[in-house]
């Protein structure tokens, strides 16, 4: 097929030849397809999107044009990518003079456009899913929708593995009801299983609830050159632990001054922080060398975007913010510096160098320790084979549903039975039992408690028709000012002061920039830490402050407790590094370094099967400890610590702590477990045994803090305690309700609460990571190898060095209260 | 012969005020054994229906939390009267909003006990349905019992108000909890309700109170741990 007039013209000025997939995607359109199309990056992915809704546009005379509603919906994971997208469409409407209204609607736009798009809307309007929501809860989202023909949905494999993902899937489903003949378009980067976005597309189900297993279209473009990868061989040996990477600092030096753009991908802030500062360090030729990462104050990141497209930068150091999307200038190379966590991930990175098919993106991977060089192997090896781990399909959240059922009370009201039918046609909400819906829609309206003290309070009531809508004005507000699935740890301004003086405050000077408050809580005066790229002192948290001080030059900083990593290792290079580790063959593909390691830890230890679990128990320095290696993530090995230490403490195996990282964990204490394990006070299998999930999980989620921030962030985005707003905090946390109180209370006196349900599933897959610890537990059953050891191993080694990096995650409340008042007791007697 | 160490626990536990000894519960009461008299402060009974009220449909049982752990304590005590130092009710209708059974258990827990309910800026009047007496301060030998602490006491003082917490951090982890706070002349008492929140006794509200050195003492789940105020740090 051919392009119609003026596109075909428009092509053809500028010597291009349409893709195969642009011209699929017209055709798709046609015919009113929702289709997924798949495409590298550099494949054109977005103008594919909009070339149908143009070529639709154009077709029109301008008499029915002007009379065209909103024709098509634009949504992106990134407020800047809707921006950026709108910018580069501008030039080809402009240049084929097509009477086409394209508008953008973020959390900028002001509120009188915001009235007009929505009482005469553009034709194309590009905007975030929260803004969608916004939208849709509005009273007329009905007239608005639907004329509606088309929703792109860019970057939708990076969308569909959050929250944000179930928030879209619904607002999608809602979209689908109010235009009926809508066509969905997925832009996605390659996935494993693509047939999970293209029932995430369309509805699963008719409006009678009757299942469809229908699917969008699939269109699939090929890779274009292969990408060229090299893992960096550094001069110096690679450490058998930690995160920096400093032995290869010179050598990703040299690999900056040697390419036009670099952007060096690590994957924590302070990774960023402290390879920013050693970059500098050496930067001799004065490289122009910028940070971005998500505590920066957005002003600053702002600037080093505009450098990056100004061209005028040689290398940027930065996060995950810099992940998806946008084509910041030209990159030529890109470096991943630690561990890349996952084969997919790493191919996103990959592809922000040398945004053009035919070219080849080039890379550079650095680990940091020998283990990492393991992971980057088998990562490498994934990326050849195109093998991807992109996650399973989520289950869609409970909390996420509760905002989406007040927002939807918002519009128009509803009747249960029919929004029921409508969650249940999205993907992630396909399995959603009546029972749990009906308790979401309770909590929305009265709390859903068992004590049904709050009818007169409640936020939504049924009307005559049988449609429940908001009980008051002040409700539809209270949503407007909660919508949303991203729920930010609470952050600590960094300002330099004086330290503090015994009955003196410390004094404030200038603001550096903002670091979560758990993070500020691992620390104690006098810790050094990297901020805003220098070595500064921590002195004290005045209020929502942290004080820190400048240190002298030269100071070297203790690497802050997260710095291994945010994201946890992917099941599919466990498996990988797991098959690597048990056959030497494979080894001859690492450096000596490595294999001498690993061949020394056969012949001291052994090397477990790729199915098996090691556990290694040996004395050291007057203590006990017990060396496990799942190789699960550092998430799912913390639950497991915790539950570990919990058992040893009531076999009465006094454990005092624990550490762990991606690949192991370590537990030490005082009593002999390998003596414990050979006279059969301790079954080693027994202690590794699923039913650690059963009672010890209760108990210990009873106190969790992890639990706790997890049950909070369900708490705001179900709508039950009010976000924070920067400035609009209360002072005085006697006046705020803890949500760690609500929490006690709600679980003591309604276990089986519709929130307490949300946190759980949360727990499943977030900060504890329990579905992986579940099926690590039943892999390795009948499969612990139990190695009692004279001293510690080889591969130990690499685990016991997080001792004093990572912090000891001890939740026991009393044991350091002891320890505080026993303190004082010290002093007195001395 | 044995030499017994003194018990930490036991010696946490106590409390003087002048010269008046009390046992600090790490429930969050104070026990004076001589009287048999119970204290507690700031239940703020009806807190989650007064946020629900204005919108925030919190869990409605912080009323029947906050009253089973009083009948815990009055089912271990066995109290001649109860001293509720004030704040006993979150605002002027708590009574209106309680469910009938929470009521109803406050009721039958206190069948038989002395009441004393001091006034406190949450709740200057106290229904009569409460029974027993009202009175904006009490004494007991030398003790004065009033809800706000007093800018300068001229004598020996417990008070409430405040909901004093306390911080400590050792090994990279810090732990808050709600506590007593003396120095031997006064006590501010921690507040007992289930969605009482803590102010940090190292907060400014704190210094006029307690010039010199003071002791915390945070309530655990075992018992109650007596902490040097060098010891504690600022939220």
Known sequence: MTLPEPFAAWFAARGWTPRAHQLALVDKARDGRSVLLVAPTGAGKTLAGFLPTLVDLAAKAPAELDLTGLHTLYISPLKALAVDVARNLESPVAEMHLPVRIETRTGDTPAHKRTRQVARPPHVLMTTPEQLALLLAHKDAAKLFSGLKRVVLDELHALVTSKRGDLLALDLA???????GLAAVGLSATVREPDDLRRYLVPQTTPDGEATGAMADLVTVEGGARPRIGILEAARRLPLAGHTAMQSIPEIYAAVAAHRMTLVFVNTRMQAEFLFQELWRINEGGLAIALH???????????????????SLKAVVCTSTLDLGIDWGDVDLVVNVGAPKGASRLMQRIGRSNHRLDEPSRAMLVPANRFEIMECRAALDAVEEAAQDTPEPRKGALDVLAQHVLGMACADGFRPEDLYAEVTSATPYADLPRGHFDAVVDFVATGGYALKTYERFAKIRAGADGKLRPANPKVAQQYRMNVGTIVEATMLKVRLGRAPKPGRPAMGGRVLGEVEEYFAETMTPGDTFVFAGEVLRFEAISGNEVIATRTAPGTDPKIPSYAGGKFPLSTFLAARVRAMLADPDEWKRLPEEVSDWLGAQRRKSLLPGPSDLLVETFPRGGRHYLVAYPFEGRLAHQTLGMLL?????????????????????????????????????LSVPELFSEDMLGDDLEEWLAESALMKRTFRSCAVIAGLIERRFPGREKTGKQVTISTDLVYDVLRRHQPDHILLEAARQDAATGLLDLKRLAGMLARVRGRIVHEPLERVSPLAVSVLLEIGREAVYGEAAERIMEEAEAALMEEAAA | MTIHAPDPATKAATLIVGSTTFVADAAGALWHEDDRILIVSDLHLEKGSAFARRGSLLPPFDSRETLARLAGLVARYAPRALVSLGDTLHDRDAMGRIAQEDAAALDATLSGVERIWITGNHDPEIPPGLGGAVAAEIAIGAVVFRHEPSASPDGLEVAGHLHPAAKVRMRGRAVRKRCFVSDGRRCVMPAFGAYAGGLNVLDAAFRPLFAGSFTARLLGAERVYAVDRRMLVAD
């Not at chain 1, 809602?174 to 009926?180: F, G, I, S």
């Not at chain 1, 990462?293 to 061209?311: F, I, N, P, Q, T």
């Open chain 1, 174 to 180: 809602r979209l689908h009801r109010l235009a009926p």
């Open chain 1, 293 to 311: 990462h998500g505590s920066l104050d957005a002003g600053r990141r702002r600037k080093v975007e505009a450098a990056m497209v100004a061209g």
């Open chain 1, 645 to 681: 230490t919990r058992r040893l403490e009531r076999a009465r195996l006094r454990p005092l702590g624990f550490v762990c990282n991606d690949y192991g964990l370590a537990v030490w204490g005082l009593a002999d477990l390998s003596a414990a394990a050979a006279q059969g006070r």
